[in-house]
């Protein structure tokens, strides 16, 4: 049998048994994601698919890469990124598609015409289901990014202390890409809070070496070019000695050792300014 005859038998055989097809099809499916998905939504999405499979079936084609499959491959991607989102593993979302050769072998197996059919279609589900692991793990690493950017975000807080001071409580290794968070949340703070004095504190921070500090450095360039007096507050006598061995220059950026520190040094600041532009105005 030629492309041509074994699409045809597909089709005939596929729709003669549509409701029995798709009732095993969904009980397999069902029985391998252990309950986690409602029946109801599964019926739906895999009579979709089986209504697409259908359609590009009876277009002749046998190509999962062709244009007649395209409706099936989006709906396949679609059921992928949700099986990604559900929680469900590459394996469980391949297996979706896998299952309607389980459910079809009975059926295309009694003769060497049905076989041909049923190795061709067989061909087709696997290419199918490789579809559907690479949507899979492309979706997972979208969410996986997404959730690093939010974990770095929750990371990076900028808290304002007082008025006319915040501060930035930094926790852990200082990176680059954390260091353009802060950054960017220290100086839209400053613009949102209308301060005019901000505290790095790295009382968190395990090590400082000269990485860390040119993007301490890099934050309190950047803060001061805002117009804020920027202070690098919690220098522990070990993070001391490590910049003096590295002969680390910060230059005239002010340092405390502890927070508390840094913030009563910020608030004398605030007065005196104020008393200052108090005069000014007299």
């Avoid at 030629?2 to 969904?26: G, I, K, P, Y």
């Avoid at 959730?147 to 900028?158: F, G, I, K, N």
């Avoid at 890409?177 to 504190?201: G, N, Y």
């Amino acid at each position: 049998m030629n492309t041509e005859s074994n699409t045809r038998l597909l089709v005939d055989t596929l729709t003669a048994r549509r409701d029995d097809f798709l009732a095993q099809w969904a009980r397999t499916v069902g029985e391998d994601l252990r309950g986690r998905l409602s029946m109801a939504e599964l019926g739906r999405e895999l009579g979709e698919l089986y209504e697409a499979l259908l359609r590009a079936l009876s277009a002749g084609s046998l190509d999962s890469h062709g244009e007649e499959f395209g409706e099936t491959r989006s709906l396949l991607i679609e059921l992928s990124r949700n099986r990604a989102r559900q929680g469900f593993t590459p394996t469980d979302t391949a297996r979706s598609v896998f299952a309607l050769k389980e459910v079809l072998e009975p059926s295309l197996t009694g003769d060497a015409d049905s076989v041909r059919a049923y190795l061709q279609f067989s061909r087709l589900l696997d290419d199918l289901g490789l579809l559907t692991s690479e949507a899979y793990l492309r979706t997972r690493e979208e969410i996986i990014s997404s959730q690093a950017e939010q974990l770095l975000e929750l990371s990076t807080p900028v808290v304002k202390l007082w008025d006319g001071v915040v501060g930035v409580p930094l926790v852990g290794t200082l990176d680059s890409a954390r260091t353009q968070v802060v950054m960017e949340k220290l100086l839209q703070t400053l613009v949102d809070t209308d301060s005019t004095h901000a505290i790095i504190d790295i009382t968190g921070v395990p090590t400082v070496d000269t990485q860390v500090a040119q993007h301490l450095l890099k934050t309190v360039v950047a803060a001061r070019m805002m117009g804020a007096r920027c202070t690098i507050s919690g220098i522990r006598p070990q993070i001391a000695q490590t910049i003096v061995a590295l002969g680390i220059e910060f230059g005239d950026i002010p340092t405390n050792a502890s927070l508390s520190d840094a913030l009563r040094q910020a608030l004398k600041e605030v007065a005196l300014d104020a008393e200052d532009d108090v005069r000014g105005l007299l």
